[in-house]
T-cell receptor, first 115, second 114 residues
C-alpha cells in the first residue's frame, strides 16, 4: 500500500525558533498533500492544502505566515512553524492524495513541543 | 457547510460485547464517508470507507459501517470487541466530493472493560 512518512516524529524547540516538519510519499507521487493539527484530546483540524508547484491553500483562521508550507516536489511537502510559541505545541499530521482525490494516506504524525 | 458529528465523547464496553459508534454528517450530495482509528500518540488508520454502492461496508479488524441516507448516519459496528480495540475513533467526510480532503468528527474514545 501507499506509504506516507513524516519526520521528525517528535521535536522539542525553544520559543522563538522555527521548526520544519517533512511529509514524504514514499512509493507514489502526490500533487496534493494536506496538513492537519490535533490538539490534546481533540479532533483533527484541517490547516491547509499543499499543492505541488503552487501556493498552499489555507483554511480559515490559519495564519499562513506562521505555518509556512512548501511543496517543492511530487513526493515532499514541508510545514515550517515559524517563531514558535508554546501554544503551537500540538500533534501535526499530514496526508497525501494518492490520485486526484481518490484516497488519502496519512503520516504517523509529529509531536511538537515548544518550551 | 459540510460537517460531521459524533455525539458520544467516550464509550466503555466490556470485552466481547458488541459495539456501535454513532456518526451523523451534513452534506448536500452523496458523501464520501470514512472511519479512522487512532491509538494514543499514533497516526490514523483507515478502518473502512463508503463512496457508493452497497450501504453496508466491511472494514478491517472486523468492523463494519452502514450508510443510511435517510438518517444522514454512518454508524460503526463490531459484534465483539477485543481489548486491543481501545482507541480513539474518528468519523470523517470528504470535502467537495473528494476522498482525500477530509474533515473529521470530534472523535469517540473507546475504552474496554476487562
Amino acid at each position: 500500500g501507499a506509504v506516507v512518512s513524516q519526520h521528525p516524529s517528535r521535536v522539542i524547540c525553544k520559543s522563538g525558533t522555527s521548526v520544519k516538519i517533512e511529509c514524504r510519499s514514499l512509493d507514489f507521487q502526490a500533487t496534493t498533500m494536506f496538513w492537519y493539527r490535533q490538539f490534546p484530546k481533540k479532533s483533527l483540524m484541517l490547516m491547509a492544502t499543499s499543492n505541488e508547484g503552487s501556493k498552499a491553500t489555507y483554511e480559515q483562521g490559519v495564519e499562513k505566515d506562521k505555518f509556512l508550507i512548501n511543496h517543492a516536489s511530487l513526493t515532499l511537502s514541508t510545514l515550517t512553524v515559524t517563531s514558535a510559541h508554546p501554544e503551537d505545541s500540538s500533534f501535526y499530521i499530514c496526508s497525501a492524495d494518492l490520485d486526484r482525490g481518490s484516497e488519502a494516506f496519512f503520516g504517523q504524525g509529529t509531536r511538537l513541543t515548544v518550551v | 457547510a459540510q460537517s460531521v458529528t459524533q455525539p458520544d465523547i467516550h464509550i466503555t464496553v466490556s470485552e466481547g460485547a458488541s459495539l456501535e459508534l454513532r456518526c451523523n454528517y451534513s452534506y448536500g450530495a452523496t458523501p464520501y464517508l470514512f472511519w479512522y482509528v487512532q491509538s494514543p500518540g499514533q497516526g490514523l488508520q483507515l478502518l473502512l470507507k463508503y463512496f457508493s454502492g452497497d450501504t453496508l461496508v466491511q472494514g478491517i479488524k472486523g468492523f463494519e459501517a452502514e450508510f443510511k441516507r435517510s438518517q444522514s448516519s454512518f454508524n460503526l459496528r463490531k459484534p465483539s470487541v477485543h481489548w486491543s480495540d481501545a482507541a480513539e475513533y474518528f468519523c470523517a467526510v470528504g470535502l467537495y466530493s473528494s476522498a482525500s480532503k477530509i474533515i473529521f468528527g470530534s472523535g469517540t474514545r473507546l475504552s474496554i472493560r476487562p
